[in-house]
Each structure stands twice: as C-alpha cells, then as structure tokens.
C-alpha cells in the first residue's frame, strides 16, 4: 500500500507514520531525513541539495524530486511506503504522477490551528539530554527543570508561537490545497485528531480500510 500523510504541523501525522509504518511493515519516509542521508552519503542529488542549504536557500522541487525518485526504487518500497512531508505543494504532487508512482490512499489529519498552536507552544525540552515535555500534558516535577537530568527546559524555536503561526499559514496556503487535488483522484480520507494518540490511530488505520 503507497500512502501519503497529510496533516499540519503539529497535527501528529508523523507519529501515525511511524505506527502505520510497523503494522503493515512499509518505511516512513521523511523528506527531510532522506535528503539529510543523500547529503551524508554524497550521492550527486545530495551534494546538489547541499549546495542550496549550505547557502540558506531553499532545495529546488527537481532535486527534492529526484531524491524521492531514488529512495521508492530501493528494495523496501517494493510492498508499499508511507510519504510523510511530499508532496507539500500541487506541482510536487503532479510530479509524483508523472514519474508513474500509484497512490492508494492520502490520509490527512485534521486538528483545529487554535489546538495545535496550544499543542505546540506548550512544549519544553531539555537543553542537557533533550527529555521532552508539555506544560499542560506532561509537567515536569519542578517548573522549567528536567526530571532525568535537572537540565534547564527550554522552549525551541519551532514551537514559537510566531513560528507555530507562520508554519500555519504556509500549511493552509501551499499544501492544504492537495487534500482538494486527491479528493478529485477519490483518494483522500479524512481523520479528525483526537486527544489521545490511540484514539487518532484507531481512525487513521480505519481511514486505511473503508
């Protein structure tokens, strides 16, 4: 089964990557974490990204492309994979047709921006050891002190609340117009996230089924 997960920042589509990603046996795969492995591994695509984001800029669509082209024609995609972060845009969805690849289902999960910006803003991480938690759903014992290490908890940029916002706005600009696109295709599906993780996995892998 070929997947694409859709979804917000925030929204909890990477964590029903990895679940989906053990049940049915298929890889995840991250754009982000497979451009970081061509980089490493100095394929010529690699080093071609390296050269934009070495110079701050961002990794054109065709060497974004060709990078997904090379990781679906390894062995393990054979039986299915799981797209999570590609396509982000209608022209990186129309070259994902045209290099003959089939997709099967889009699943998006669907969180109100209000929640995920609540969601998001609340978490702190260690500076020390990088233990993660949450001012409302995973306190610390001491207020702003890591538990295992008594590290300083610090809120990272992303979850910023101007981040969180800006992130927003270019989801519902650039990418939110795809669940449009493969509606039209009859294979987009729609989950409401829910509080508890189990919960929005549940409905994720019904989502699979129907």
């Known amino acids: 089964m070929n997947l694409i997960l859709l979804g917000a920042p925030g929204a909890g589509k990477g964590t029903q990557a990895e679940i989906i990603c053990e049940q049915f046996s298929i890889p995840s795969i991250s754009t982000g974490n497979i451009i970081r492995e061509s980089v490493k591994n100095g394929t010529e695509l690699g080093l071609k990204a390296k050269s934009y984001m070495d110079s701050g800029e961002l990794v ?7 990078i997904i082209k090379e990781r679906l024609a390894q062995d393990d995609c054979q039986n299915g994979f799981i797209l999570d972060g590609f396509p982000r845009t209608i022209p990186q969805a129309e070259a994902l047709d045209q290099m003959g690849v089939v997709i099967d289902r889009v699943v998006s999960i669907e969180v109100a921006d209000e929640k ?4 998001m803003s609340g978490r702190r991480v260690c500076s020390k050891c ?3 938690y949450h001012l409302e759903y995973k306190k610390p014992a001491k207020d702003g002190v890591c538990d295992a290490c008594g590290g300083e908890l610090i809120q990272r940029k992303d979850d910023a609340p101007e981040t969180v916002i800006e992130r927003l706005r270019v989801y519902h600009e650039q990418t939110e117009p795809l669940k449009d696109y493969y509606e039209k295709a009859g294979k987009l599906r729609l989950v409401e996230g829910q509080e508890q993780v189990a919960d929005t996995t549940a409905l994720t892998l019904a989502a699979l089924k129907d």
């Open 60 to 66: 054109p669509d065709a060497v974004v492309i060709g």
């Open 130 to 132: 990088g233990a993660s």
């Open 116 to 119: 995920i910006a609540a969601r």
